[in-house]
């Protein structure tokens, strides 16, 4: 079957870093992404991953690491602004995605 | 910049109604999708097409169908609302099938209501 496991919430305090984490698995793998969705609003891209590593982008950061079906998502010096739903999706072949049920990122001051 | 635009932010319908949900791209990509989303449940594939006049079904293709009949437009339809389908849905578009050209770029939602 196919699954993709992040977890439901997150707390953490702006300046802060914060990891969240993604496993999937799937029957196939052409990449992951991760997607940005405040609350009322249609997600947004933020990175994508096909080979093992690190990818950075600015205060964001992901990982991929396919022999292990894990990934992460790193978001450093948190602003308040990022608080937001964070989707972890897994191409496996072909066209559509497949989704994890998101986690959701509370940021205090 | 990719827009996807959605004919509604808020719709509000009764029971037994036939419900069309339409979606526009301005980036000329192959792919379009349907999805609805809701608590706890995460994002759900409903239906998708890779062409024109082509469609795939997705997870929850249930009491939905859809239509494309230009390149640019994906249309869903509820055949006849229920309660059930009451959910937030999202139209998402993607210029090709292979590595970064999969991204899938969404509209604004269009939340539904079934009375």
């Known amino acids: 079957g196919q699954n993709i496991d992040q977890p439901t919430e997150m707390t953490a305090t702006e300046g802060a870093i914060v990891q969240i984490n993604c496993t999937y698995q799937?029957?196939?793998?052409?990449?992951l992404f991760w997607y940005q969705q405040h609350a009322g609003e249609a997600p947004t891209f933020l990175s994508y991953n096909v080979l093992d590593g690190l990818e950075e982008k600015g205060r964001f950061s992901s990982f991929l690491s396919r022999s292990k079906g894990y990934s992460y998502l790193l978001l450093k010096e948190l602003q308040m602004k990022d608080s937001a739903s964070y989707l972890c999706a897994v191409n496996q072949a072909g066209t559509a995605l497949i989704f994890g049920k998101g986690t959701t990122l509370s940021v205090s001051s | 910049d990719v827009k996807v635009t959605q004919s509604s932010r808020y719709l509000v319908k009764r029971t037994g109604e036939k419900v069309f949900l339409e979606c526009v791209q301005d980036m000329d990509h192959e792919n379009m999708f349907w999805y609805r989303q809701d608590p706890g449940l995460g994002l759900r594939l409903i239906y998708f097409?890779?062409?024109?006049?082509?469609?795939e079904k997705g997870d929850i293709p249930e009491g939905y169908s859809v239509s494309r009949e230009k390149k640019e437009r994906f249309s869903l339809i509820l055949e006849s609302a229920s309660t059930n389908q009451t959910s937030m849905y999202l139209c998402?578009?993607?210029?090709?099938?292979?590595?970064?050209?999969?991204?899938?770029?969404f509209g604004p939602g269009t939340r539904l209501t079934v009375l």
């Open positions: 097409s890779y062409d024109v006049k082509m469609k």
């Open positions: 799937t029957s196939g793998f052409n990449g």
């Open positions: 998402a578009s993607s210029f090709g099938t292979s590595g970064s050209t999969d991204t899938q770029y």
